[in-house]
């Protein structure tokens, strides 16, 4: 699509392809940060040496705010709480305060509230197997901590 090649091409004009992927699926462009470590696990917080690399994804979003809406994904890894698990009961409420911490963000760099949603998946969407291949358990479930954009 023409939309995921100019995307593509902004993210190495500023020298992200390493850490943010695109795909195009049948629910829209997706784009999301390659890397495991945008969120430790059990919290909702990005993790300070990320910031910049998620200010710089979505910085290459905003071109097109005029003509599309956003839909920021929260993922959760399969951990379960235990005994509540600190600030969240459930891995529901988890991803859709991580989805929230990046829609603040996406706001922030002008992106207008009414075209974005916010969806929590708790961990009901997990990354393909193939893309998991040759990492350890703990980076798989690493990867598994993430948020997905989706323009549409």
Same mark, same amino acid.
């Given at each position: 699509?023409?939309?995921?090649?100019?995307?593509?091409?902004?993210?190495?004009?500023?020298?992200?392809?390493?850490?943010?992927?695109?795909?195009?699926? /049948? /629910?829209?462009?997706?784009?999301?940060?390659?890397?495991?470590?945008?969120? /430790?696990?059990?919290?909702?917080?990005?993790? %300070?040496?990320?910031?910049?690399?998620? @200010? @710089?994804?979505?910085?290459?979003?905003? %071109?097109?705010?005029?003509?599309? /809406?956003?839909?920021?994904?929260?993922?959760?890894?399969?951990?379960?709480?235990?005994?509540?698990?600190?600030?969240?009961?459930?891995?529901?409420?988890?991803?859709?305060?991580?989805?929230?911490?990046?829609?603040?963000?996406?706001?922030?760099?002008?992106?207008?509230?009414?075209?974005?949603?916010?969806?929590?998946?708790?961990?009901?969407? %997990?990354? %393909?197997?193939?893309?998991?291949?040759?990492?350890?358990?703990?980076?798989?479930?690493?990867?598994?901590?993430?948020?997905?954009?989706?323009?549409?």
């Amino acid at each position: 699509s023409s939309i995921q090649k100019e995307i593509d091409k902004r993210i190495v004009a500023e020298g992200l392809e390493t850490m943010v992927r695109t795909d195009l699926t /049948d /629910d829209g462009l997706e784009l999301s940060l390659n890397s495991g470590i945008v969120f /430790d696990s059990g919290k909702s917080a990005v993790r %300070p040496e990320i910031e910049n690399t998620l @200010a @710089a994804m979505l910085q290459t979003l905003v %071109p097109y705010a005029e003509k599309y /809406d956003f839909a920021i994904e929260g993922h959760t890894d399969i951990k379960r709480f235990v005994n509540g698990g600190g600030s969240y009961r459930s891995n529901w409420e988890l991803s859709t305060e991580r989805a929230n911490a990046v829609r603040s963000r996406l706001e922030k760099e002008g992106i207008d509230r009414s075209r974005i949603r916010v969806e929590g998946y708790a961990d009901t969407k %997990p990354i %393909p197997k193939e893309r998991l291949i040759g990492l350890s358990s703990e980076e798989r479930l690493a990867r598994h901590r993430r948020v997905v954009v989706r323009i549409y």
